[in-house]
């Protein structure tokens, strides 16, 4: 677990660092009380540039939102085309994309939300994949089989293979019981073994 840099464990190589971005801010509309009443009650708003597209990240208790800060009317779900675009900006190696699918909801190895999302792999040996939001475009979390032996290994380390509602429960009864019955063991062969030191 500690053999590979840990930036390259979580794939930091394959992107590039991004310049922060200036905003216009005489081009930018405040949000409208529409957008606000039906999101309400809002726990954040944050004014963010994605791929030069100023927009709103709005979260609320439920979800979060994406609104066109030129617009200011909520972002439809970007195209194909611009997610290719948006990960040659970014991407750092030298593969070739081989797919790029819009999934209905995140995979397990970043989440599993019921939220759509743009996955982008490559064409290398590590199977390396880029998340994209589907509306704001941002880069959301990368991948390789390289964080997938690790995550392996860390959740075999904490004995969390499976969820808690499945076999992890099970499995920690298995090895808590066993440990049990080793330290039992290991006294009864302490007691046996100064018995018979006192009867030499």
Do not use: C
């Amino acid at each position: 677990m500690t053999f590979v840099d840990l930036d390259i464990i979580h794939g930091d190589h394959l992107v590039n660092l991004q310049k922060p971005q200036v905003i216009d801010s005489s081009r930018i509309l405040p949000i409208s009380k529409k957008i606000i009443d039906e999101l309400a009650p809002i726990h954040s708003i944050k004014l963010k540039v994605y791929f030069d597209q100023p927009v709103y990240e709005i979260r609320n208790k439920k979800e979060l939102v994406i609104v066109d800060a030129l617009t200011g009317e909520e972002k439809a779900n970007i195209l194909k085309s611009a997610v290719r675009k948006n990960t040659t900006q970014i991407y750092a190696g030298k593969a070739s994309i081989s797919t790029i699918e819009l999934l209905n909801q995140y995979p397990t190895e970043i989440g599993g939300r019921n939220q759509p999302i743009w996955q982008v792999q490559f064409d290398d040996g590590l199977n390396s994949t880029l998340y994209f939001h589907p509306q704001s475009g941002r880069l959301v979390s990368k991948r390789t089989d390289l964080w997938r032996v690790f995550d392996f290994l860390w959740l075999l380390h904490i004995m969390e293979m499976w969820d808690s509602d499945g076999y992890a429960g099970l499995l920690f009864r298995l090895f808590s019981i066993a440990s049990m019955l080793m330290a039992l063991f290991g006294s009864w062969l302490l007691f046996y073994r100064l018995k018979g030191d006192k009867n030499q």
